[in-house]
């Protein structure tokens, strides 16, 4: 065992036998490096990232590569979901000097931690142009022993380089109909109007576009922004990237037809992918969104949820070939038509093999499919389908599963606690309710530390253990937006207030004086260079989910402190909204809540009234982009009462439960009425 024993992270504790003598990120490899005089290697990857797991096979667990490593480098491995930071500030440098990225990652290091030669993936022989791992550890050890000082100079000069790569977002206006007209235009350009989605291969799920495009269209009425995220939230349920029978998003597909998906399921695709779903029921009462929106909540619950109650960061792409004892991509979930035929029996396995698009000679590797469900297959009537389905995910259970990454990351949970509270809410599934609450529970008992004068979030937490990683800016605002989507929901104002806690934090630790935000608190470790990326990617950057949760809890107490930091933090939206819309998702969904204002929605009763419960899902369906609900009993002017200031001097109308929507100061008038709340918030109809 190397000094990886006994962290938290299970990617770390993947490579703990490894005969490479890896440490940890932490200020002692770095004394090391300066005591020896030999450079840093420094490893990042993340559990579920298939060639992570190559290279860990090809090379870390190769004696003789290990001995050299050991023997001329101090070795650090870094799991990118546990320290963000750390990964965003050399993931940079990797980009800036390469042209791109990825994971593994593999950066060579000075003592004081500053970069000076970069790569990804090297495999054990130089192929396709790429040089060996070992010709890279040669020549690296080569440089730092024969030319030292052109070393020193090459990692000072990419340190300057990155200090001097500062663009100046705080300065730019608050985002408007022009710059989210722009956005709209920007995306219909690079929409696949055929496939559905945007760009080519590798595609990815566009969950946080999708959630913009269906807020502009609740906004303006535009049919074209609906359009694309109808066709797109089809075209994904319908391919391979989506699990047919298991239910669940595949991290992207590796084709520009959603075909060949790339297996690993992440917690934060799945969280925000239910939510668009349920969000285009919502909007279209389409029935195909409905079943993703809940198979994807139960996908989640079902495989992902951890014994303490949080949801675990994801599946790995890899599992073992029962015929060959290999670990492969995709074994557990590519079929044959002959293994159709034999669980199903020779008629049931027939129909299957054209509803789900599988072919003889395989739309996948080695003659296998991965199932999907194409336009022009045989009908299925649903309970011959039902009973199809799980036979097969019988079967399926029958083979080795691919690996649990069991880490709990505070971001992802809280976007998963918003997805499965707001299902649970639209579908009348409690047990869905429950389990988002569950989760928010965890979060405040294991990742709250209150020990520095006031709450503060770990990052991570494995078996109820919290981690000793900080939070970062995107688990404050996802938290804190989970917090207030349960809140919402339940009508329990405790969510709103430590949605307040963890919000004022943002401003005291995250926010520079210009309005900007920062990736790490203003008091943590210091890095290269203390990260600040707007960007949304795979999961909303922190600087937009702190922007969408600061409006959000501004809309509930009134709080211009927190309104104003979102307008600020959304100036970002202004500068890169119309340049490269796809790259600001949520930061473009969140302007849409600004421009709409955000709506104040306040329904006054007993919540064991039934009128009451009416108008509540009434006003949790409303469409009006990012409209806050608050829910309960009467507050009195003196604080008592109900726990939401939204429901300050409310009262019922003629003794009945009410609806209060406000919006830009001005007040609509209180209704009793669904249907009337239901106009007020743009919806137009009430769901049953």
């Not at 922004?225 to 994904?236: I, P, R, S, V």
């Not at 078996?463 to 688990?475: K, W």
């Not at 630790?509 to 290269?528: K, N, P, Q, V, W």
Request: net charge negative.
């Amino acid at each position: 065992m190397n000094r990886l024993a006994g962290v938290t992270s299970p990617y770390l504790l993947q490579h703990a036998d490894n005969p490479v003598d890896w440490w940890p990120w932490e200020p002692a490899a770095f004394e090391e490096a300066r005591r020896r005089n030999v450079p840093v290697l420094l490893s990042v990857g993340y559990s579920a990232c298939h060639w992570c797991h190559v290279m860990a096979h090809e090379s870390f667990e190769d004696g003789v590569t290990a001995a050299y490593m050991n023997e001329h480098f101090v070795n650090v491995k870094v799991d990118r979901e546990e320290r963000p930071d750390v990964d965003a500030v050399y993931m940079e440098a990797v980009q800036a000097a390469t042209g791109q990225g990825g994971w593994p990652m593999t950066v060579f290091l000075t003592a004081d931690a500053e970069p000076f030669y970069f790569g990804t993936y090297f495999p054990p022989e130089p192929r396709h142009g790429m040089p060996s791992f070992t010709q890279v550890l040669e020549g690296v050890h080569t440089a730092w022993t024969g030319r030292p000082e052109e070393v020193t100079e090459v990692a000072r000069r990419i340190v300057g380089d990155l200090a001097g790569r500062r663009p100046d977002y705080g300065k730019a206006a608050v985002p408007g109909p022009e710059e989210l007209a722009g956005a709209l235009l920007g995306l219909t350009r690079e929409y696949d109007a055929v496939r559905g989605g945007f760009g080519g291969a590798p595609k990815f799920p566009p969950s946080m576009v999708l959630e913009f495009l269906l807020r502009h269209h609740a906004r303006t009425g535009s049919e074209g922004a609906l359009q694309m995220a109808a066709d797109t939230c089809e075209a994904m349920a319908r391919g391979g990237i989506y699990d047919q029978l298991g239910g669940g998003f595949a991290r992207y597909s590796v084709d520009r037809e959603w075909v060949v998906p790339h297996f690993e399921k992440m917690l934060y695709d799945n969280a925000l992918l239910c939510r668009v779903y349920a969000h285009l029921w919502r909007a279209t009462g389409s029935e195909l969104a409905r079943r993703v929106a809940l198979e994807t909540a139960d996908f989640m619950v079902r495989e992902l949820r951890t014994r303490e109650g949080g949801f675990a960061s994801a599946l790995d792409a890899d599992s073992e070939d029962p015929e060959t004892g290999k670990h492969v991509e995709g074994a557990y979930y590519a079929w044959t038509p002959d293994q159709l035929r034999e669980v199903l029996g020779e008629a049931d396995g027939e129909l299957a093999v054209g509803y789900f698009g599988v072919t003889e000679e395989g739309t996948f590797e080695h003659g296998t499919s991965v199932l999907q469900l194409p336009q022009d297959g045989p009908a299925m009537d649903a309970e011959r389908f039902a009973s199809v389905r799980a036979r097969l995910l019988a079967a399926r259970g029958g083979r080795p599963a691919p690996g649990r990454d069991d880490k709990v990351v505070a971001a992802w949970n809280g976007l998963a606690i918003a997805a499965l509270a707001e299902c649970g809410a639209y579908f009348e599934r409690p047990d869905l309710i429950e389990r988002a609450t569950e989760a928010a529970d965890l979060l405040v008992r294991v990742h709250f530390d209150a020990a520095a004068g006031g709450p503060r979030l770990a990052r991570t937490s494995k078996d109820g253990r919290a981690g000793a990683n900080a939070g970062v800016l995107e688990d404050y605002g996802d938290v804190a937006e989970g917090f207030l989507a349960l809140a919402a929901v339940t009508g329990e104002g405790v969510w709103l207030e430590f949605a307040g806690f963890l919000l004022d934090l943002v401003l005291d630790l995250f926010t520079a004086e210009d309005g900007s935000l920062y990736d790490t608190a203003h008091d943590a470790e210091r890095l290269i260079r203390r990260p600040q990326d707007p960007t949304d990617s795979a999961a909303p950057s922190g600087w937009t989910a702190a922007a969408g949760a600061l409006l959000s809890y501004a809309a509930h107490t009134g709080s211009q402190a927190h309104r104003t930091a979102a307008e600020r933090a959304l100036g970002v939206v202004h500068a890169l909204g119309p340049r490269v819309p796809r790259f600001i998702g949520h930061g473009l969904a969140v302007a849409e809540a600004l421009l709409d204002g955000p709506r104040e929605v306040a329904v006054v009763g007993d919540p064991d009234d039934q009128r009451w419960a009416a108008l509540h899902r009434t006003a949790l369906l409303g469409t009006a982009p990012g409209a806050v609900v608050a829910a309960g009993p009467p507050r009195a002017a003196d604080g008592s009462g109900g726990e939401f200031p939204l429901l300050a001097e409310r009262t019922r109308v003629d003794g009945l439960p009410a609806a209060y929507v406000c919006r830009h100061f001005v007040c609509a008038r209180p209704t009793t009425d669904p249907a009337e709340l239901a106009e007020q918030l743009g919806t137009g109809t009430v769901r049953p």
